[in-house]
Antibody
Framework: EVQLLESGGDLVQPGGSLRLSCAAS????????MSWVRQAPGKGLEWVAA????????DYADSVKGRFTISRDNSKNTVYLQMSSLGAEDTALYYC???????????WGQGTTVTVSS | DIQMTQSPSTLSASVGDRVTITCRAS??????LAWYQQKPGKAPDLLIF???HLQDGVPRRFRGSGSGTEFTLTITSLQPDDFGTYYC?????????FGQGTKVEIK
């Protein structure tokens, strides 16, 4: 069974940092793009970042560029999202997603919650 | 960055109605468009990819069409289980953008 399990969400103070992890299973992890998508409370979906299967190609939403870093460890079937300079606008449920590009985002994790507040 | 604009923001329809949601891209995206359904408290589900291709297991009453900058998602006969929020999403190399969502309510 294909599964994505996020972890690392927490309550963090403004200006703080946090690292999210997503453990994948049930598919050949290294061959797929992985994305992070977030959803603020009561709001819509916002794509955050994507990383190619090799990790060589990466892109970010303008709202997080320069503050967030996506990475992956194919030996551990895990993708990460390092977040820094966090603000209230980063409060959201963060989903890890198996991203098939033109074929859509077909597998989503259950999400991990990040709350930025003093 | 490519912007995606959905309309309407909300709609209310009766069981059996034909429902159409529109998504417009700020520049041509060929057919690199997907549609998702999200129910409250759940992760989104992929419905359609490449503008018109139905994901495995998705009922055939969901239809996608369009190319370039204008796309539509049609539910040919609305069912009680079709409530939720629908999102379009474009992809361009490694960049993606979602539309703001259309909330569908059953009358």
């Amino acid at each position: 069974e294909v599964q994505l399990l996020e972890s690392g969400g927490d309550l963090v103070q403004p200006g703080g940092s946090l690292r999210l992890s997503c453990a994948a299973s049930g598919f050949i992890f290294s061959t797929y793009v992985m994305s992070w998508v977030r959803q603020a409370p009561g709001k819509g979906l916002e794509w955050v970042a994507a990383i190619s299967g090799t990790g060589r190609d990466i892109d970010y939403a303008d709202s997080v560029k320069g503050r967030f870093t996506i990475s992956r460890d194919n030996s551990k079937n895990t993708v990460y999202l390092q977040m820094s300079s966090l603000g209230a606008e980063d409060t959201a449920l963060y989903y890890c997603v198996k991203d098939m590009g033109a074929f859509g985002m077909d597998v989503w994790g259950q999400g991990t919650t990040v709350t930025v507040s003093s | 960055d490519i912007q995606m604009t959905q309309s309407p923001s909300t709609l209310s329809a009766s069981v059996g109605d034909r429902v159409t949601i529109t998504c417009r891209a700020s520049q041509s995206i060929s057919d690199w468009l997907a549609w998702y359904q999200q129910k409250p408290g759940k992760a989104p589900d992929l419905l359609i990819f490449k503008a018109s291709h139905l994901q495995d297991g998705v009922p055939r009453r969901f239809r996608g069409s369009g190319s370039g900058t204008e796309f539509t998602l049609t539910i040919t006969s609305l069912q009680p289980d079709d409530f939720g929020t629908y999102y379009c999403q474009q992809h361009n190399r490694y960049s993606r953008t979602f539309g703001q969502g259309t909330k569908v309510e059953i009358k």
